[in-house]
């Protein structure tokens, strides 16, 4: 039963190297590019927090418990400081 | 010497290497808790640090790590001879490679995700993040004139090829239209598109597609390379060099998703088939090195000595600079746990020395002999006919016809050489555009900033032999594997933990890389250039032509020379300082 299980979870593991070999790039790309929309509809609609007013707080309060979850996220990906060789993670050796 | 006993020796390296001596030093030194939260867990903007599975993320490292590096750098250096070409994969990544990717990566963790230029800013020196940027920039420049050669002026002037190569980019756009646009199912797509793929290279193949690229090469009896256009460039070699520039151009400009990333999808799958049905060729076939000698020369005619040449000639399938950059900017901004950092770092590294070895062999098996490897031509092209002996030993070439495998391989290497170029084509626009765009606001334009980045690649492609290019492209890539080793060093001595596995490496890799840009100065400016003439005349160029390519190769190993100097003073610097923190933090004891 053991052996059954070892190569099971073998199987898996080479999936997984594969998935990530190729497909998970994509996905990864397409989730930051969702990412970097809502963080910037966040920006428009709550810059207050960050020291930019944009939109008068009334209207952006009623979707506040919406936003507050990726609130955290959001301010890190925003005030964190970037460098060019943040650039690097693509495959060029 | 027979293939099965290299790829054990390189079997075993593997497990000796990252099952003895990687996770020693993983839990001796570094110690990894997965108590601690990684960047990924504890940022998850889903922006830059999302957590991933560790299987996922040791493919996606070796995708990110494998390219033409392991390839085409151990295929040239088997001029010195299998053994120190072997010597160099094997101990190189043992004791360097694999310390650089696991390190880079460790560094990025411990260091919430900073990226390498802000990790030399603040534990070498504040300009220590400008000489990166200067070796990255000089590194990818050289990487489009070494990987633009192979192509344009190597690949895709064999008739039975161009053809393969395009239709493999329309099959690309394809899948990418399926997937993003048609919203097809990714297994659907994957298996049509490469069933599509291979039907173009095999079209490619066909003696009505090479006729007419043979008739536009204007290559006839009375001229087997066809006529020459200007300086030593044949008419097949500017439509290679155009065609490449062009591709380039695209997959730089163009949404990721519509060009760069479908393309990069269907040519993995290129590339892995390639490997799997050359190992299985490989496993079959088990052939000798006939009378490859072990050894040849210590000096090779337009190589150079074998220390320091050989040591920045085999680069990624040793140890390389890109690496760390990979490892610390993407890698390290996704481990779920400190204890996946040896098996994706680590592991990658060593599965990529495999890779370098499978490479290795097409040069040193595939012909058996070292006449037949001489006369199998440019560095790509002993690949793609190397694979393709693998490939025929089940009878590729049987089943889909002859030169099939040939075709296959060459495609193989092109597709792996453009879906890197235009990525740094893209990378070159975004940098100049930041570091020149408030002087030059013309370089804020994508369209210029990549048209300026491609007029240099032909430059290069055009005037400087691949030789320079290539060990000149190995020795910057080896002064950012070395100031990477550097950081981590430095890391380590601020930490207190035992630093001697990565200081040695990087005194070794520093000195040898100076040693090498040294030795390609002086050749350009001292024997080179005097003897112009006479070189023009043995290697079929013009007098100008040499001139310039060495006036070239000069200049860029001057100014790496330069900066790494100016590395060496702050490195030095650094670690005076760094000890001396360590000991004014030790108790003093009472007299």
């Known amino acids: ?93 | 010497m027979n293939a099965m006993v290299i790829l054990l020796i390189g079997v075993a390296a593997i497990g000796v290497g990252y099952f003895v001596y990687a996770r020693s030093i993983s839990q001796r030194v570094i110690q990894p808790d997965d108590r601690k939260a990684t960047p990924a867990k504890m940022y998850m903007d889903g922006v830059d640090f999302i957590p991933a599975n560790r299987n996922v993320l040791f493919g996606y490292q070796f995708k990110s790590i494998a390219a033409l590096g392991p390839i085409l750098g151990p295929i040239v250096a088997v001029q010195w001879g299998w053994l120190p070409a072997l010597i160099w994969i094997v101990f190189g990544t043992f004791f360097i490679g694999w310390v650089q990717d696991y390190g880079s990566i460790v560094l990025g963790v411990r260091e919430q995700g900073q990226s390498f230029g802000a990790l030399s800013y603040r534990l070498i020196s504040p300009r220590s993040r400008n000489i990166l940027i200067t070796f990255i920039y000089f590194y990818l420049l050289l990487i489009m004139g070494a990987f633009g050669y192979q192509v344009g002026f190597g690949l895709l002037i064999n008739p039975a090829v161009p053809l393969g190569v395009l239709l493999v980019i329309l099959v690309g756009l394809i899948a990418g239209q399926m997937t993003y646009k048609w919203k097809v199912d990714i297994l659907v797509t994957s298996v049509v598109t490469v069933l599509l793929a291979f039907v173009g290279i095999w079209l490619g193949t066909q003696a009505g597609v090479k006729e007419f690229f043979t008739g536009l090469f204007g290559i006839t009896k009375d001229l087997p390379t066809g006529p020459t256009i200007f300086l030593s460039v044949t008419l097949a070699k500017l439509i290679g060099s155009l065609l490449v520039v062009a591709i380039c151009y695209f997959g730089a400009i163009l949404p990721i998703w519509r060009w760069a990333q479908p393309i990069n999808y269907v040519s993995f799958w290129i590339v892995t088939l390639g490997i799997l049905g050359g190992l299985v060729g490989l496993l079959i076939w088990r052939p000798g090195m006939g009378d490859f000698p072990a050894f040849t020369t210590f000096s090779v005619t337009g190589l150079g000595p074998l220390w320091p040449i050989l040591f920045v000639t085999i680069a990624c399938g040793a140890i390389s600079g890109w690496h760390s950059l990979v490892s610390s900017s993407g890698t390290a901004r996704q481990l779920e746990k400190e204890s996946d950092a040896l098996y994706v770092g680590g592991g990658a590294m060593f599965f990529e020395m495999f890779f370098a070895i499978m490479a290795f062999l097409t040069a040193t098996v595939a012909f058996g002999s070292f006449q037949g490897y001489k006369e199998a031509g440019a560095a790509a092209a002993v690949f793609s006919k190397g694979l393709s002996a693998f490939m025929n030993q089940w009878g590729l070439d049987t089943i889909l016809g002859q030169g099939f495998g040939v075709a296959y391989g060459s495609v193989f290497l092109t597709l792996m050489a453009l879906t890197i170029m235009y990525l740094v084509v893209r990378f070159m626009r975004v940098a100049s555009a930041e570091a020149l765009g408030d002087r030059l606001p013309a370089l804020r334009n994508p369209h210029v900033g990549t048209i300026i980045a491609l007029l240099f690649t032909l430059l290069l492609i055009w005037i400087v032999p691949f030789l320079q290019i290539w060990v000149v492209f190995g020795a910057a890539n080896q002064l950012m594997a070395s100031l990477a080793l550097l950081l981590v060093t430095l890391w380590l001595m601020s930490k207190g933990k035992n630093y001697q596995w990565t200081f040695w490496p990087f005194v070794f890799m520093f000195i040898t890389t100076i040693g090498a840009l040294a030795y390609k100065t002086y050749e350009a400016f001292f024997m080179n250039l005097p003897n112009a003439a006479a070189l023009a005349e043995k290697n079929k160029l013009t007098v100008g032509q040499v001139t310039a390519a060495n006036i070239i190769v000069g200049a860029v190993c001057l100014i790496l020379i330069v900066t790494a100097l100016m590395l060496a003073w702050d490195a030095v610097q650094a670690i005076l300082r760094h000890r001396g923190q360590k000991a004014s933090a030790a108790p003093v004891s009472a007299d």
């Open chain 1, 1 to 93: 039963m053991k052996w059954w299980l070892t190569l099971l979870h073998g199987a898996r593991a080479l999936l997984d190297i594969l998935y990530g070999a190729t497909i998970y790039e994509m996905v990864r790309d397409l989730k930051k590019e969702r990412s970097q929309r809502e963080h910037l509809f966040a920006l428009v609609v709550f810059g207050d927090l960050l020291g930019l007013p944009v939109l008068p707080p009334y209207y952006t309060l009623k979707i506040l418990p919406y936003i507050v979850p990726h609130l955290p996220g959001w301010r890190t990906s925003l005030l964190r400081e970037r460098d060019l060789t943040d650039l690097c993670d693509q495959e060029i050796t």
